[in-house]
């Protein structure tokens, strides 16, 4: 078993964004649940998903202040409720779905904390996660989350000054949001500067283009080899 490069990883996530083409399934249970992709690797599945596309996945994104708890998979601790939504059964879909080989997964932004769910149920129920590569993942949980998930090799990526990857902010001691692990720090400079940006809050987000994460990520690969 030889696991892909997070180069070819994101490389496959950017292929979420034009279509479905060379994966073998895509499961979504609800017009607003996670959008997961399906790869059979050598030795390996994938899982892949993409980030905020529709008007229900910004919907989601809105609603990852609001705390809550998985009634299946209580392990996970409290985790932002937009993001954790469907997750049972999208979880459910995607179960059978698998080969019984160990998971290797990437994902992009909102697309993240559902990879982190799915993985962690896998390790839940006796599975292998092999690694897992996340592209400016946002905070997908606390720190019963972040326990969990030690056992799985991640790599997280933050591109430059994207803001996306301090939300949902913490509001300690309430809702300590935290990331899962330590950051893989890449700066890949948009060309020009996003009109969104002149919107309040927003200032950085042209770095979150899963594109320029991408270039970033073969440029680290290729230093630390």
Not at 77 to 96: D, N, R, S, Y
Not at 102 to 127: D, F, K, R, W
Not at 128 to 155: C, Q, S, W, Y
Request: proline letters at 10%.
């Amino acid at each position: 078993m030889i696991l892909p490069t997070d180069t070819q990883l994101a490389a496959w996530t950017g292929d979420l964004y034009a279509g479905t083409t060379g994966f073998d399934h895509v499961v979504q249970v609800n017009p607003a649940a996670p959008f997961i992709a399906i790869k059979y690797l050598d030795g390996l599945d994938g899982l892949f998903g993409r980030g905020s596309k529709t008007w229900l996945d910004w919907i989601r994104d809105g609603l990852s202040e609001e705390a809550r708890a998985i009634t299946e998979y209580p392990q996970l601790g409290l985790i932002p409720f937009g993001f954790g939504m469907f997750m049972p059964e999208t979880w459910a879909a995607v179960k059978p779905l698998l080969r019984g080989l160990p998971i290797v997964g990437a994902a992009h932004s909102l697309a993240c904390p559902e990879l982190n769910y799915q993985a962690s149920a896998h390790l839940i129920e006796g599975g292998t996660v092999a690694k897992l590569a996340l592209f400016e993942p946002p905070n997908a949980g606390m720190a019963a989350l972040t326990a969990l998930m030690v056992p799985i090799d991640i790599h997280a990526y933050w591109n430059g000054i994207d803001p996306v990857p301090k939300l949902p902010f913490p509001l300690t001691p309430h809702l300590p949001w935290e990331p899962q692990r330590e950051f893989r720090r890449v700066n890949i400079a948009p060309l020009r500067r996003e009109t969104i940006e002149d919107l309040p809050g927003l200032h950085g987000v042209g770095y979150h283009s899963l594109a320029l994460v991408a270039q970033g990520v073969a440029a680290y690969e290729a230093a630390n080899p």
